[in-house]
């Protein structure tokens, strides 16, 4: 089916309104704020650190598809001080769930700055959105099970609890979890279900995160590293981190993780030489969506969505 059905319909159109104005409030924001918008490259030369890398065939040689802004956020942070993109982004999720698309649109924040001024934007940024959809979408959010005086209600500071209390959390709600394992969907499902705003997760384990996350100097062994969940049992909607600025602390991280720096090239050769504080955050666009207007999978958070196992509509 291409095209069509779906377009016809209330919720797809409310959806796509929505979305737009949505946008419009983050750009207002951020414009408003001193941010520049940049835009990345779509196709990029190397996998680097993430998985689930689409491949492209790029004339004779091998492309692959962007997952965010980093390493070029490198570049724009050190020139531009303050800069946002808005763009989209490819993952090869194998598994169809209900909240994973293969192609989506993220919301990327990286300044010159802690992360502790960092999580004080996104919130800032979130609870704008939020407020502008309750005066702007009235009538679309109609269409869902979403009353506005939730919307107008986000209020910042966002609620914030540590990786170390989230674990204590979980384990005297009775969950069999250890420190140092990821939380997975389902924990952070129950932990999503305690809020009734969203809320962040900090300071996750080095083990469990990108080798550019920049240690905690108070407790080594943790990141100073940020995910932004929605409540009732939503779960995660955007993460971010402090990033390592100076070569010579990259590589020593880089030996510590038994990572050798040559399959890093492409990462390496957008450090600056000057050093100073960065921190970013990415927010997915349809999560967000999802969340905002209480949808049970986020397919219906976008027209002509793509799933492991669609890409023909
Ligand atoms: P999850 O564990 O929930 O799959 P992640 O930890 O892999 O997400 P990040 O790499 O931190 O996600 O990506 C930042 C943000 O991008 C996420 O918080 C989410 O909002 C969005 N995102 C990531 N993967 C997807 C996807 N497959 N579909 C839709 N949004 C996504």
Redesign the pocket.
Same mark, same amino acid.
């Given at each position: 089916m291409f095209g069509g059905q779906n377009f016809q319909n209330e919720k797809a159109i409310a959806v796509i309104k929505i979305r737009a104005k949505l946008l419009h409030a983050a750009r207002r924001w951020l414009d408003e704020n001193g941010y520049v918008e940049v835009h990345g490259p779509t196709l990029v030369p190397a996998v680097g650190y993430?998985l689930g890398h689409f491949e492209v065939k790029y004339f004779d040689k091998k492309a692959y598809l962007v997952q965010g802004l980093q390493p070029y956020a490198n570049v724009f942070v050190a020139w531009l001080g303050k800069i946002y993109t808005i763009a989209p982004a490819f993952?090869a999720?194998r598994v169809r769930t209900q909240?994973?698309?293969?192609e989506?649109w993220?919301i990327e924040v990286a300044q010159q700055c802690e992360l502790d001024v960092m999580i004080e934007v996104q919130e800032k940024l979130v609870a704008h959105i939020c407020h502008s959809l309750s005066k702007e979408a009235v009538e679309m959010l109609e269409c869902f099970d979403r009353s506005v005086m939730d919307l107008e209600g986000v209020q910042t500071p966002f609620p914030k609890l540590t990786y170390d209390e989230a674990i204590d959390l979980l384990q005297r709600d009775g969950f069999n979890v250890s420190w140092g394992q990821t939380l997975d969907w389902e924990l952070e499902k129950h932990l999503s279900h305690r809020f009734s705003q969203p809320f962040f997760i900090t300071k996750f384990p080095i083990s469990i995160e990108t080798f550019f996350h920049k240690s905690d100097p108070e407790k080594p062994e943790l990141t100073l590293s940020v995910?932004l969940l929605a409540p009732e049992g939503y779960?995660? @909607? /955007?993460?971010g981190a402090q990033r390592i600025t100076e070569k010579k602390v990259l590589l020593q991280k880089m030996a510590e993780e038994k990572i050798n720096p040559a399959d890093q090239q492409w990462y390496m050769s957008f450090m600056q030489r000057r050093a100073f504080p960065h921190s970013g955050f990415? @927010? /997915?666009l349809?999560?967000l969506i999802q969340w905002i207007c209480k949808l049970k999978h986020?397919e219906e958070a976008v027209v002509f969505p793509r799933l492991s196992d669609s890409v023909y509509s």
């Open positions: 993430w993952r999720e909240r994973h698309l293969t989506f993220r995910d779960g995660e @909607i /955007g993460s990415m @927010i /997915g349809e999560r986020i």
